[in-house]
């Protein structure tokens, strides 16, 4: 018996100890595994959990490879512990602590919405910047065709009857000062062609304080408003194309339309205002700006039926001005639109036949009329009284005539192409002049030969041309001065006063021109001069050695000895033989 219950104390003792080692083992174990866990958990709090977004929120991406694969977004432990800790929270709460977080969350959610709603009106979207961008270019187009519309429809109300529209040229001259530089144009354009078609054919005259005074029909009253109004509509349109002439964006504009009135009614008032834009616009470096200029004053000179000559006058006067203005450094098409001018060669010579013939034939004519009185007084003075009353009428008619046409009388004209002449010689007299002074300071500054060309002297060629087509027109009292000129342009070096040599720095083509004109002059006044041109032949045997085929202008040289050998009336055979020496 004892021996059995000392096996059984022996046996729980070993289970006791067993168990309380199982004890032991496991509280080990839970401490090392909540160990591992704190250490996972401090690890993932750093690291960044990423979350692939639902093919249903996010749009897939194709790589180069053909791949194609979703975005993802990464999100922090602290994030999601946060988000588990508020579902977690939302779950113990209770209601009254999910009120209060419920009217916390609605002000927060109210605010942000505050917020949102003033940055979108401070910086609006993309979509409403272009929104807006295409309102205001739609609202700018409209504009634009109602003012559009609205000037043609006053252009046509004025071109069908003027005199009843006449007040709407004060309307169309206000479209000139808009903002919008298409408008302006277009109204510039709008009155040109209006004034081109109203503009009478005279010159408008203003009534004098007398003339208001005194009591007029209705039609006169009607008649001088309508020409005050038209004169002070035209007056400001001039006005405003002056101002406009000075920007570069109306430039073009503003020159065609002074052109075409110039061309049109060069009759009509304030003439000289065009005639200075025009002049002042002649020697442009622009090629269209110039080229029309050079028509219009071309078109000017040639047709002075328009203008009676008044205006050809006034023209030269003022190129001979703004050649000297500019010491003669121009483009050459400034001097050369003078080669279109027309003189009439014997305006001074039918001067003395037709005094005469209008003596002899006024004393008939008073002799047969005294007859022819004294027949009629005798034999009915009823019908000398009628007679008398036509002729009257006759003269009034005449004198009306005469005030209002444009061709001007015999003394007129003779005084009108001499102011005409002397303003031309003039301007070729001081080409020349300026032409042999550059040459001289070129010449000290260098000090040798130069052959700049016609680029130093761009006006040289167009006056050379022009005094060989006018030469037979030059006063004797200048030609000896002009052939001096000539002589020292034509020589390569020239002397001032014998001693001192002048290197010259013209091309060859330059020099054999002076000799031709030399030669033009000498044939056309050949009964009236005696001047010896030896000089001039030595000059161009010389210039024919200087003489380049690439260089120099083979027509300049064929001219010259065509007009120099073949054209001289009397042939010398020292100078055939010099000619086919050299």
Not at 216 to 242: C, H, I, P
Not at 351 to 378: A, G, H, I, P, Y
Request: hydrophobic share 35%; with cysteine; glycine share 4%.
């Amino acid at each position: 018996m004892r021996k059995g219950k000392g096996k059984q104390r022996k046996q729980t003792t070993l289970s006791l100890s067993l168990a309380w080692i199982l004890i032991l083992l496991t509280d080990a174990l839970e401490a090392l595994y909540e160990k591992r866990r704190r250490t996972t958990l401090e690890q993932k709090e750093n690291e960044e959990i990423v979350v692939e977004v639902a093919p249903v929120d996010a749009l897939p991406v194709k790589s180069l490879d053909g791949e194609v694969y979703y975005r993802t977004f990464s999100q922090t432990a602290e994030v999601a512990a946060n988000e588990g800790d508020v579902d977690k929270s939302t779950v113990k709460m209770t209601k009254v602590e999910r009120r209060a977080k419920l009217k916390k969350s609605k002000k927060e959610a109210k605010k942000l919405g505050k917020e949102s709603a003033k940055t979108e009106e401070v910086q609006p979207t993309q979509q409403e910047a272009a929104v807006a961008e295409v309102k205001e270019d739609l609202t700018a187009e409209e504009a634009f065709e109602t003012k559009k519309c609205k000037l043609a429809e006053l252009g046509m109300t004025l071109l069908a009857d003027p005199e009843a529209n006449i007040r709407s040229l004060k309307e169309v001259l206000q479209f000139t000062k808009d903002g919008n530089i298409p408008i302006v144009k277009l109204g510039l354009l709008s009155l040109l062609a209006v004034f081109k078609d109203i503009i009478p054919g005279y010159r408008i005259r203003l009534p004098t304080e007398k003339e208001l005074e005194m009591k007029d029909s209705k039609e006169v009253k009607k008649m001088r408003f309508y020409e005050s109004t038209l004169l002070s509509a035209y007056k400001g349109y001039l006005q405003k194309l002056l101002v406009l002439e000075k920007h570069p964006i109306f430039h073009h504009v503003v020159v065609r339309c002074v052109c075409t009135l110039l061309d049109a009614v060069p009759h009509f008032n304030f003439r000289e205002s065009l005639l200075v834009a025009f002049v002042r616009n002649i020697g442009s470096s622009d090629d269209v700006v110039r080229r029309l200029c050079c028509s219009t004053i071309k078109s000017l000179f040639t047709n002075e039926g328009k203008h009676g000559g008044e205006a050809t006058v006034e023209a030269v006067r003022l190129i001979a001005d703004h050649v000297r203005a500019h010491d003669c450094q121009l483009h050459p098409d400034s001097v050369e639109v003078l080669m279109s001018l027309s003189f009439d060669d014997d305006l001074g010579k039918p001067e003395v036949q037709e005094d005469n013939n209008n003596k002899m034939t006024s004393k008939k004519n008073k002799k047969r009329k005294n007859f022819e009185e004294s027949n009629q007084l005798q034999g009915n003075d009823r019908k000398m009284s009628k007679k008398e009353i036509i002729a009257k009428m006759k003269e009034e008619v005449a004198a009306d005539h005469k005030s209002v046409s444009y061709t001007p009388d015999f003394v007129e004209r003779k005084r009108m192409q001499s102011e005409t002449l002397s303003a031309v010689f003039e301007t070729y007299f001081r080409i020349l002049r300026d032409t042999m002074q550059s040459s001289v300071v070129s010449s000290e500054a260098n000090g040798d030969v130069t052959s700049s060309g016609s680029g130093a002297h761009p006006l040289l060629a167009p006056c050379l041309s022009g005094l060989g087509k006018f030469s037979h027109l030059i006063d004797l009292d200048y030609i000896g001065d002009l052939m001096n000129y000539l002589k020292r342009l034509a020589a390569r070096c020239s002397s001032s006063d014998g001693s001192a040599q002048i290197v010259q720095d013209l091309t060859v083509s330059e020099r054999l021109r002076c000799c031709i004109v030399a030669f033009k002059v000498m044939r056309s006044n050949l009964d009236a001069l005696n001047v010896d041109l030896q000089e001039f032949f030595v000059q161009l045997y010389n210039l024919v050695l200087e003489y380049r085929p690439g260089r120099d202008q083979g027509e300049v040289l064929a001219e010259a000895l065509k007009i120099m050998l073949c054209d001289d009336r009397q042939h010398d055979m020292q100078k055939a033989a010099a000619s086919v020496k050299h």
